[in-house]
């Protein structure tokens, strides 16, 4: 009994109480990452919003909860449920690089975020938010010259300004002056290095393949099928490589 009342008697102290407080935050963090490995995006992100409310300036928590927005945003159903999900993303992505402009990780989240939410936005959205994409893309890679994630980034940033016509290269000029890069060797070059670092993953072999069909020149089409012929190779293991393996399987019939 003597030694059931000490034991009671020190779980209940202020002390031991934070002690198991802390241990318990940082189980459930090692299991939230643990799930995001795993992509299981939605069990991740319930614990990490959970996470967030105990500490809302802590990096990881911050930029994990806006990655996984950014991720369960491309799922939803409707073009208005997609931005509202980016918003969130954005918003936490923003605050992770204002509190902790050092966390390559942050800004990868926040480059990630603004660039879902200008995917599919006007040619007008999509200018104003080019030199903040390419900007906190680079930063990542400053800080962590091993992030694939901000390669891949780059890649079809550049990709993305190459295809701009003559009026949408004439508004960047106007917005900006100018807008140095957006050539498809350059986004050949990313999405080489992001598949070097990251050979298992399929849809930087997707999207390089893509790079070489909007270049459209000599051999690229034949280019495109060897990148996408090595993706299908690759080994399914969760629900965003079946998606990979589809994507490259559908556009090797396409062309």
């Known amino acids: 009994m003597h030694k059931i009342f ?20 940082i189980q459930s963090y090692l ?3 643990k799930l995001q ?6 069990e991740a992100l319930e614990i990490l919003k959970l996470l967030l409310k105990t500490d809302s300036s802590n990096v990881e928590y911050l930029w994990r909860t806006s990655f996984i927005y950014s991720k369960i945003g491309v799922d ?20 992770a690089v204002t ?13 990630v975020a603004m660039g879902r939410m200008t995917e599919f936005a006007s040619t007008k959205t999509k200018i104003d938010n080019a030199k903040l994409i390419k900007s906190e893309a680079e930063l990542t890679i400053k800080l962590d010259s091993k992030n694939a994630g901000a390669y891949h980034i780059l890649g ?14 004439t508004m960047i000029k106007a917005i900006f002056g100018a807008l140095p890069g957006g050539t498809y060797e350059e986004s050949i070059k990313y999405f080489e290095r992001a598949i070097l670092l990251e050979p298992l993953n399929g849809i930087h072999y997707y999207e390089l393949a893509q790079t070489y069909l909007a270049r459209d020149k000599s ?8 990148w996408l012929n090595k993706a299908t190779k690759i080994q399914v293991k969760n629900k965003d490589d079946i998606e990979n393996k589809n994507k490259c399987e559908a556009l090797l019939k396409d062309i």
């Open 37 to 42: 490995q795993e992509k299981k995006w939605s």
């Open 156 to 169: 079809r940033w550049h990709r993305e300004i190459a295809g701009f016509n003559i009026l949408e290269r």
């Open 31 to 33: 299991k939230a990452e």
């Open 76 to 95: 939803q159903k409707t073009e208005n449920l997609k931005q509202q999900w980016y918003t969130t993303a954005a918003y936490l992505g923003k605050r």
């Open 6 to 25: 000490i034991i009671l008697l020190f779980a209940s102290s202020p002390l031991i109480a934070s002690h198991q407080d802390g241990k318990s935050e």
């Open 99 to 111: 509190q902790h402009p050092q966390n390559a990780n942050a800004h990868y989240a926040y480059a």
């Open 219 to 226: 051999n690229d089409k034949q280019n495109a099928k060897n």
